[in-house]
């Protein structure tokens, strides 16, 4: 929401380490082990389901890849796991959310 006052733009706030490490730590680990997937496969394939492809070209050829999870923000980030909470539940795949796991200590 962008404040009326001020101009703040609330939805521009980038995602957090706490939400890339419950998506990496979580949603992405227990898929990956689930499938038998590299963590890294796994997300590639979960970006690209969701955030779609972008084309890069190499001269003549075009490789289409996973859009990136990088600059997201923390909006888009929430929306993505409880996306992925989703179609995991929809397959009997629990990935829980972060705050019912026990956080890193310092």
Do not use: W
Not at 10 to 18: I, N
Not at 83 to 89: E, F, G, L, M, P
Not at 93 to 104: A, G, L
């Amino acid at each position: 929401m962008i404040c009326q006052n001020c101009g703040f733009n609330d939805q521009k706030k980038m995602s957090t380490t706490q939400q890339r490490k419950a998506y990496f730590g979580i949603a992405v680990k227990v898929l990956a082990d689930h499938y038998g997937y590299e963590k890294n496969t796994m997300h590639k394939a979960l970006a690209g389901a969701y955030f779609g492809f972008v084309d890069v070209r190499l001269g003549d050829m075009v490789i289409k890849v996973p859009d990136t999870t990088t600059g997201r923000t923390t909006k888009e980030m929430k929306e993505f796991f409880e996306y992925i909470q989703k179609i995991a539940a929809d397959r009997g795949i629990n990935v829980p959310s972060p705050d019912q796991c026990p956080r890193d200590n310092p």
